[in-house]
DNA sequence: TCAAAAGTCTACTAGTTCCATAGACTTTAT
DNA sequence: ATAAAGTCTATGGAACTAGTAGACTTTTGA
């Protein structure tokens, strides 16, 4: 049940791009090089991931001097499930339960299958979180924990 | 978010084996051939994936004329997180909220990270599901379903 | 106008994993 | 003794993963 590095890199730098975010000011336009350093992701690799994204239509970016990539809607309304999709593919952990790319099988009985049953539970509690926990509410949840360490360490 | 075809296999297997069983009988023995012909498994694959269970300790065999496997402990005992993570390893999506192999996923600030938290919940929503369901409690389930087709097929 | 700074795009590759298949071997019942 | 079953190890092709390389385009601003 494994998140690919690619999808952890790409979910990683939305969630810093969206944190980075600062009310009544535009959005920021964070260079590939600085996410990369930042989050400490190969800047090469992390590049193809961002464009992948940005192709998807979930960022946008500016070329040239003083370019880079910012979020293409706000951060309430883009999900992990979201993102995650886009990077690496049906959520579902085996296709006879997935919505977005739903394949038989091959079990003898669709219907009766006792794996499908549970696996579709899974699928369903995988998606519940995924689809309804948007960028802002990771960056204020980290907010969150923040200080409560910082509360806790005095 | 992929089950392998290896754990869809093992799974389908234990379920199987976990449904032939007859109250007040002694378990069934089932061989290699006949599960794989029922739930249309190559039979060399599945000789390798019920070695594995077996070595875990899961499966019990018989070997010679009238051998072949059977579940080493009821039904109710061993659960659907087991199974997997013998065939597919650790359920957790990512490294960092493994409780069963645990590593540091190289982010900059483990406590704070964003995506480790919602991680964190989706790794226990899995394990939820699949340590808290049996191949008895899956055979129930199937059962269950079969009679509501039946009563509402008349 | 031109150079530097940034993103864009495509190709490549080493390594790994997945899904098997093959075949020789061991154990057991009759 | 033989046939039926599981045991074990090796091999192979295909796909995927994580990354590297490099040539190209767009934009800014000196």
Chains 1, 2 share one sequence.
């Not at 730098?13 to 600062?22: D, E, F, K, T, W």
């Not at 499908?116 to 926990?133: E, K, P, S, Y």
């Not at 948007?134 to 969150?144: F, G, I, M, P, T």
Request: charged share 25%; net charge neutral.
């Amino acid at each position: 049940m494994r998140l690919s590095k690619r999808g952890e890199y790409g979910l990683r730098a939305m969630i810093m791009l969206a944190g980075s975010a600062r009310e009544n000011e535009p959005l920021p336009v964070v260079q590939i090089k600085e996410i990369s350093q930042r989050e400490q992701i190969s800047s090469k690799f992390l590049e193809q991931i961002l464009l992948t994204l940005k192709n998807a239509g979930m960022l946008h970016s500016k070329m040239g001097v003083g370019g880079g990539y910012y979020l293409a809607r706000p951060a309430s309304e883009i999900t992990l499930g979201q993102i995650f999709r886009v990077l690496d593919g049906p959520v579902a952990p085996i296709k006879c339960v997935s919505q977005m790319a739903y394949e038989p099988c091959g079990c003898p009985d669709e219907q009766t299958c006792g794996l499908r049953l549970v696996m579709g539970d899974v699928r369903n509690a995988i998606v519940d979180i995924l689809d309804h926990t948007s960028l802002e509410d990771v960056a204020k949840r980290r907010e969150a924990v923040q200080q409560s360490l910082g509360l806790t360490s005095q």
